[in-house]
T-cell receptor, first 112, second 113 residues
Framework: EAQVTQNPRYLITVTGKKLTVTCSQNMNHEYMSWYRQDPGLGLRQIYYSMNVEVTDKGDVPEGYKVSRKEKRNFPLILESPSPNQTSLYFCASSPIEKNIQYFGAGTRLSVL | AQSVTQLGSHVSVSEGALVLLRCNYS??????LFWYVQYPNQGLQLLLK??????LVKGINGFEAEFKKSETSFHLTKPSAHMSDAAEYFCAVSKQGAQKLVFGQGTRLTINP
């Protein structure tokens, strides 16, 4: 089944403790992206990647890192999480030739 | 810069009534426009998209949207609401050929029995 898989689905952590949210897609898509969803703000793009080893900042990149060493994986790294990073995070992927993004089920992160 | 405004963060309709969710966009170039739906505890699913072909776009689950360039609008409609339509709906815009999506704030649709 074609899908975007995020792990974990739920995570509670404390300020300053490094964490990684994984994202994997099995559709051979070139484009991958991370968004955060906050009430009243819709989805805002954090980082995106056009292909392996090609990443760039979105609209709200502060406090986040990403890497794209393999085509299928696009992990989101929070080196030192803070409470303002408490949010619902979505990973998405898309083939370059079609502007249709496929979303994962989301990761709900709480930073205490 | 592109932007999207969804009018009404909450919309409530009765089962069987017309659903109308409003979306206005701003774009300096011809846009691609999208509606996504998010059911509780799930990711976003594409309902429909406009890519400069027909101005009336039909999507899944009986939804459709009409692109009106003069009004810079892309409102989503469904003639008869069903309880299963209760969800949050997001309008989004991108430039033609570009992957970056800019989302509106979302509209939560509630269906009353």
């Amino acid at each position: 089944e074609a899908q975007v898989t995020q792990n974990p689905r739920y995570l509670i952590t404390v300020t300053g403790k490094k964490l990684t949210v994984t994202c994997s897609q099995n559709m051979n898509h070139e484009y991958m992206s991370w968004y955060r969803q906050d009430p009243g703000l819709g989805l805002r793009q954090i980082y995106y990647s056009m292909n392996v080893e090609v990443t760039d900042k979105g609209d709200v990149p502060e406090g986040y890192k990403v890497s794209r060493k393999e085509k299928r994986n696009f992990p989101l790294i929070l080196e030192s999480p803070s409470p303002n990073q408490t949010s619902l995070y979505f990973c998405a992927s898309s083939p370059i030739e079609k502007n249709i993004q496929y979303f994962g089920a989301g990761t709900r992160l709480s930073v205490l | 810069a592109q932007s999207v405004t969804q009018l009404g963060s909450h919309v409530s309709v009765s089962e069987g009534a017309l659903v109308l969710l409003r979306c206005n966009y701003s774009s300096s170039v011809p846009p691609y426009l999208f509606w996504y739906v998010q059911y509780p505890n799930q990711g976003l699913q594409l309902l429909l998209k406009y890519t400069s072909a027909a101005t009336l776009v039909k999507g899944i689950n009986g939804f459709e949207a009409e692109f009106k360039k003069s009004e810079t609008s892309f409102h989503l409609t469904k003639p008869s609401a069903h309880m299963s339509d209760a969800a949050e709906y997001f309008c989004a815009v991108s430039k033609q050929g570009a992957q970056k999506l800019v989302f509106g704030q979302g509209t939560r649709l509630t269906i009353n029995p």
